[in-house]
Nanobody, 124 residues
Framework: QVQLVESGGGLVQAGGSLRLSCAAA????????MGWFRQAPGKEREFVAA????????YYADSVKGRFTISRDNARNTVYLHLNSLKPEDTAEYYC?????????????????WGQGTQVTVSS
């Protein structure tokens, strides 16, 4: 069983920054790509960012490219999402996801395990 616990969400003004963390209780964390998704009220859960198992490759949604950065620390079994230049439209519940497979993916259904989410609210 894989457990993922997100933290770091909160209320921030537009233009501000946050760092989200996702701690994974999982053997061989370093073998698996990870992803971040978000879901705003009344909308579908959407891809935000993904990272390969060794951290060498990263992928971003166009809406966050250049503002968000995904990273991981395999020694700490943790993946991060750095959110900069936040906009009100970034307001959403943010979820960490474990790919459970070999290659990183931007597709929600490719991810086997999910955290409970952490709320990010950006005020204008």
């Amino acid at each position: 069983q894989v457990q993922l616990v997100e933290s770091g969400g909160g209320l921030v003004q537009a233009g501000g920054s946050l760092r989200l963390s996702c701690a994974a209780a999982r053997r061989t964390f370093s073998n698996y790509p990870m992803g971040w998704f978000r879901q705003a009220p009344g909308k579908e859960r959407e891809f935000v960012a993904a990272i390969s198992s060794d951290g060498g490759s990263t992928y971003y949604a166009d809406s966050v490219k250049g503002r968000f950065t995904i990273s991981r620390d395999n020694a700490r079994n943790t993946v991060y999402l750095h959110l900069n230049s936040l906009k009100p439209e970034d307001t959403a519940e943010y979820y960490c996801a474990d790919r459970g497979g070999l290659f990183a993916s931007t597709r929600r259904n490719d991810h086997a395990y999910w955290g409970q989410g952490t709320q990010v609210t950006v005020s204008s």
